[in-house]
């Protein structure tokens, strides 16, 4: 959040120090129709201004290379894989664990009352 608020500050008086600076054209004095020639504030401040726009310039360079670099970072490390839930303990010490996904055998009544569905014949009872 902290680098945000930089990027964004530092872009908004970077902004601000290109438009006020002199140019060759007369700068943005010039081109809404006032003197273009003449410095609202002094000669000597040319030298300043190129010198202040070169060092924000750069810290906006860093700013944004710091700012791509820790959005890959992030991208990078992703969410954490989330662990399996914890196997049930079987009921008696001998017994196996049910595992929700597995059915069990079919019984022997179960096969003979599907055999006889399967022949047509659904008054047949198992034996």
């Known amino acids: 959040m902290l ?19 002199r140019g060759r054209g007369g700068g ?11 410095s609202a504030f002094g ?13 924000l310039g750069a810290v906006f360079f860093v700013l944004a290379l710091l700012a791509a670099w820790l959005m890959k970072q992030d991208q990078l490390g992703g969410p954490a894989p989330e662990a399996p839930p914890p196997a049930e303990a079987p009921a008696e010490p001998g017994a196996a664990a049910p595992t929700g996904g597995e059915e069990t055998a079919p019984t022997e009544s179960d096969t003979e009352t599907d055999a006889a569905e399967t022949r047509g014949d659904t008054n047949a009872e198992p034996e």
């Open 43 to 55: 000669t000597k401040t040319a030298d300043v201004f190129i010198k202040a726009t070169a060092i």
């Open 28 to 38: 943005l004095a010039g081109a809404f129709g006032g003197p273009g020639g003449h």
């Open 3 to 21: 680098l945000v608020v930089l990027f964004l500050l530092c872009a908004v008086i970077l902004t601000l120090l290109v438009l006020i600076q």
